[in-house]
């Protein structure tokens, strides 16, 4: 099975954020015609292809044969890699005994010269000296020395005969599970090249049976196209006019072109999913990109979730409150908001003034700039102050007018 060295360039990694969600928030806003699309075919085709998701879009069954294929490369590659640990196992074994043949081969050769040369010496010492001492404990111990070693020799010599055949029957089985991987791999692309050529007409045809069966309508479908329409309207709810309701606006617009970033982490993470289970090829990108993209998620939304009033609170008494005195809580509360904003803002200034001077990149082989992502800090907090002026504005207008009319 080949493997995936393709690390996300860093100019694609910002592009995919800026423009994904503009054309994401283009396409949402346009008036949904129903049936099939071509483009959204070739975009499943393209992303979600190994497994036919495209032909289950065009409600073509002819897709679930992709699936035990796919799930076939899956069981292969755990095969081989429980195959590549009994080939490391194995190495190591004929490893380490090899090293010890070669370490005790000469050493068990040059034994008996070694001990004839401490017999003479023994011979040639004054019978009953401290010399004639020291040469039999040294003769004693080097013929001690060759039986030992000569007993290890020969198990090493044994475990070397026995391991190599075993390493031998472990690499093939090992490239055997590589072999049935990649042609189920091959069999996939061939069928998805051949798809990427009937797409055109799957297309045409799923349309026809969709034109021809009668109109029904969905109960889910049009439960959850409901549920949509309310939150949407929900949210709306909170912009305002004038200077204030031009924040809410930016807060808002904000706040929805974050919100398609967690697309972008599906098919990220669909990526990682499938070089680390098929291409036994994990990567460090994916997911340094994906958790650095959802902190600036986080931070970018801030002002949105204050805008909608989404923010985790204890509201047990706040919620039955007249406007009059929840306006009255919030200019009390807000000196609050903005010791943390202030607090944020000027924090997260320093950490980017910082990075960006000395260019902070990150530890791993992406390699890829932080300083952007500390300046997104900067970014939440000015979004956020400007939604808690007009927060405030709003609240000092309620008191004011109540004032006004009491």
Known sequence: MPSIDFILPHWLYWGGLIVFPLVAMVM????????????????????????????????????????????????????????????????????????????????????????????????????????????????????????????????ARADLEAAGPALENARAARQQWSDFAFYALMLLCALIAIDAVLIPGMVRKAQARADAEPTRTDPAAAALEHIEHEEEKKDHDHIGTGWTGAIDRMSYFCGEFVSYWAVIAVFAYYFEVVARYVFNSPTIWVHEGMFLMFGMQYLIAGAYAAL???????????????????????????????????????????????????????????????????????????????????????????????????
Request: net charge negative; hydrophobic share 50%; proline share 3%.
């Open 28 to 155: 949402a806003r346009r008036r949904r015609s129903p049936g099939y699309s071509v483009p959204i075919a070739y975009m499943i085709l393209f992303t979600g292809g190994l497994l036919g998701l495209h032909r289950l879009y065009l409600r073509n069954m002819w897709g679930l044969i992709f699936l035990p294929i796919f799930f076939s490369i899956l069981v292969f590659n755990a095969q081989g890699r429980e195959a590549r640990e009994v080939v490391s196992e194995t190495a190591n074994a004929v490893s380490s005994a090899q090293r010890i043949v070669d370490r005790l081969e000469p050493k068990v050769a040059g034994a008996d010269d070694k001990i004839a040369g401490l017999e003479a010496d023994l011979a040639e010492a004054e019978e009953g000296s401290f010399a004639q001492i020291r040469a039999e404990k040294e003769l004693e111990k080097a013929q001690e020395a060759k039986v030992t070693d000569a007993e290890r020799l020969d198990g």
């Open 308 to 406: 909608t009033d989404a923010h985790v609170k204890v509201d047990v008494f706040y919620a039955e409150w007249s406007p009059l005195r929840k306006a009255v809580v919030d200019l009390f509360t807000s000196i609050f908001f903005f010791i943390f904003a202030g607090t944020l803002l000027v924090t997260g200034w320093i950490f980017a003034m910082d990075a960006t001077v000395v260019n902070e990149i990150s530890f791993s082989e992406w390699t890829i700039a932080y300083w952007p992502f500390k300046w997104a800090i900067v970014v939440g907090a000015v979004l956020l102050i400007l939604q808690g002026i007009a927060k405030l504005a709003r609240d000092v207008d309620i008191v004011r007018q109540n004032l006004q009319a009491g």
